[in-house]
C-alpha cells in the first residue's frame, strides 16, 4: 500500500502519535512475519484515530467489518466502557486466531466477539442499533456492507469507511475490481441523501457517515 502523503510526512506524523506499546508492536511484527498481506493491518495513526473516535462519541457497541489479526479490534475495545462490545467479522481463520490471542492478552478480550463466515450471511441474525460501524473488508462487498449496516446504525450513530483513497489509484481512469469497487462505493456514499460524509486523508483515506439529521 502507497502512502496518500509524502511518506516522510507519513513517518513524521507516526512518530508524534502516542505509541500504542509493546503488544502491539508484536502484534505487528507477527501480523508481518505470518500473513500474505500485512499491509491490511491498521497501524499507529489509524488505531489511535479509531480508538479517538470511538471515546468521543461515547460509542458502547460496535460492528466491524475485517478482523485481519486484531489491531482495529483492539485499539476500539481499549477505549470502550467496561460494558462495551464488539462484533467482529471475518472469514480468515488463521488471522482470527492471531487476532483472539491478542485481544485475550490484551485484557480487553471480553468485549469482542469474532465470528466467522460470510458477513452479509451472518448479518441476517444480528440486531442493531451499532453506535459505530467499521468498514474495513473485501472491497468488491463494500457497497454491500454499508448497504447492510446502515439500517443497523444507530440514529446518532457513527459508520467509518477505510481505504477509500486506495493508494491513490481512485483518481486514476482505469483500474481493477478493487479499484473500481471502491470508486463505486465513494459515488454511492456522495449521492446517498440519507448521510452526510466527510473523507479524510488519513493513511489510505477514511470516510466518515453519519445519518443525516
Given amino acids: 500500500m502507497a502512502f496518500i502523503v509524502d511518506p516522510k510526512i507519513e ?5 508524534h502519535t502516542t505509541p500504542d506499546g509493546e503488544l502491539f508492536e508484536r502484534l505487528a511484527a507477527e501480523t508481518r512475519e505470518k500473513t500474505t498481506a500485512p499491509q491490511m493491518m491498521v497501524g499507529r495513526i489509524e488505531g489511535r484515530f479509531l480508538a479517538t473516535l470511538v471515546a468521543l462519541s461515547g460509542a458502547r457497541r460496535i460492528l466491524e467489518f475485517g478482523t485481519f489479526t486484531g489491531y482495529s479490534s483492539i485499539s476500539m ?22 487476532a483472539r490471542r491478542y485481544m485475550d492478552e ?26 459505530l460501524v467499521f468498514i474495513d473488508a473485501d472491497k468488491p462487498n463494500y457497497v454491500n456492507y454499508y448497504e447492510a449496516s446502515l439500517p443497523l446504525l444507530a440514529d446518532d450513530g457513527l459508520l467509518i469507511a477505510d481505504n477509500v483513497l486506495w493508494s491513490g489509484r481512485v483518481v486514476e481512469d482505469d483500474g481493477d475490481e478493487s479499484t473500481r469497487a471502491i470508486k463505486e462505493f465513494n459515488d454511492h456514499v456522495l449521492a446517498d441523501d440519507r448521510v452526510v460524509s466527510v ?8 470516510t466518515l457517515v453519519r445519518k443525516r439529521q
Avoid at 513517518?11 to 512518530?15: F, I, K, M, N
Fill in 199 to 206: 473523507m479524510l486523508t488519513v493513511r489510505d483515506g477514511m
Fill in 77 to 98: 475495545a481499549s477505549t470502550l466502557p467496561p460494558d462495551g462490545k464488539i462484533l467482529t467479522l471475518d472469514v480468515d481463520p488463521e488471522a482470527t486466531a492471531i
Fill in 106 to 131: 490484551s485484557g480487553h478480550g471480553d468485549k469482542i466477539e469474532i465470528r466467522l463466515g460470510p458477513a452479509l450471511k451472518t448479518l441476517q441474525d444480528v440486531a442493531g442499533p451499532f453506535d
Fill in 11 to 15: 513517518e513524521y506524523a507516526e512518530a
